[in-house]
DNA sequence: CGACTTTGACCTGCGC
DNA sequence: GCGCAGGTCAAAGTCG
């Protein structure tokens, strides 16, 4: 299997699994048992122990620290849009919610589709902004339309849950034409039934990618203009709530930003699994991490 | 074979 | 009333 197979592989399994995931107290991605590592977090200060050498860790800290700066808090898969204001002149006030799940209210003209406003009638409706792994939650969805949307590249996707007939959740994904890597993401009605098991929600998810959906298909939209090669890292916490997701890392090559094989390579270089993320968020951890080495 | 995606057609709400 | 655009339906195709 080449490189690009190798990588692609993973991907679709950290998405898979982030799609599967879901209310089970620490059953994550990090139950694998070929990660090492896996009881950092109740162990802590033995694993300090094991460090090699303090002052090459925490070095490594201060640039897993500075890769991830970006990313906060505007990417976090968990920033909730409200419309406040009704007025659609007014721009649309998102609410960034943290791993700690501490409230940041930002205003951001460029984070918003100017065509997420619907004219139709007001229903009860959760908008959220995510990155294209936030797209996953752990309910099973149907797809059963998709439609181009005025003013935007991107074809906006349609879903129903299918974990029971009768439930009426509904839920659109869109991508920000303006921030590619962010997607709409407004979920109507409630579910009228429990949260699907782990087994139920995985096959919702695993014939195909959830991720696919917003991209524009080949017979009507130009996938090239797409940044659909963009890859991303999901690390799992049980404690978020709405999907688990405690962090999320897009890369985008095209922006200079880091590879993600980078931020892998950084954390076997500091002997991390990805089960040192989860329990609590990534800013907690080297916060702690460098206050425990200094 | 069942569950899901794709996609053109149709329905509906809204502005003019 | 008409036309536009968003939302939904359903048949056909795809996949595991």
């Known amino acids: 299997m080449d490189e690009l197979a190798c990588l692609m592989d993973w991907d679709l399994e950290a998405i898979v699994r982030g799609c599967s995931n879901e209310s089970q ?4 991605i990090m139950e694998e048992p070929c990660l090492n590592f896996s ?5 802590q200060n033995e694993i300090l122990w094991n460090f090699p050498e303090f002052s090459e860790t925490t070095k490594v800290l201060d640039e897993l620290e500075h890769l991830y700066k970006p990313f906060y808090p505007v990417l976090h898969p968990l920033s909730t849009l409200t419309n406040s204001s009704h007025n659609p002149k007014e721009p649309q006030e998102f609410k ?3 791993a700690s799940e501490k409230v940041i209210t930002l205003q951001d003209h ?3 589709p100017a065509v997420s406003k619907s004219k139709k009638r007001n229903k009860n409706k959760v908008m959220k902004q995510v990155v294209a792994d936030g797209i996953c939650d752990s309910w099973a969805w149907r797809k059963y339309g998709q439609k181009p949307i005025k003013g935007s590249p991107y074809p906006r996707s349609y879903y129903k849950c299918s974990t029971s007939k009768v439930c009426l959740a ?3 994904v869109e991508r920000n034409h303006l921030n590619p890597q962010l997607f709409l993401v407004t979920y109507t009605s409630e579910h009228s039934h429990p949260h699907p098991t782990r087994r139920n929600s995985l096959a919702g998810s695993t014939r195909k990618n959830n ?3 917003v991209e524009p298909t080949s017979s009507t939209f130009d996938l090239k203009s797409t940044s659909s090669s963009s890859s991303s ?3 799992l916490s049980p404690k978020t709530p709405f999907d688990e997701v405690e962090m999320v890392k897009s890369v985008e090559q095209s922006k200079g930003l880091k590879k993600e094989e980078d931020f892998v390579e950084l954390l076997d270089e500091a002997e991390l699994g990805y ?3 989860s329990n609590t968020s990534f800013e907690e951890l080297i916060g702690d991490l460098k206050s425990n080495l200094s």
């Open 25 to 28: 107290g620490a059953n994550t």
């Open 39 to 43: 009881h950092f977090c109740s162990q």
């Open 96 to 98: 960034v919610l943290k």
């Open 110 to 112: 460029s984070l918003v």
């Open 170 to 172: 509904k839920k659109q």
């Open 211 to 213: 991720n696919s959906i």
């Open 233 to 235: 890292l999901v690390i």
């Open 275 to 277: 089960s040192w993320f």
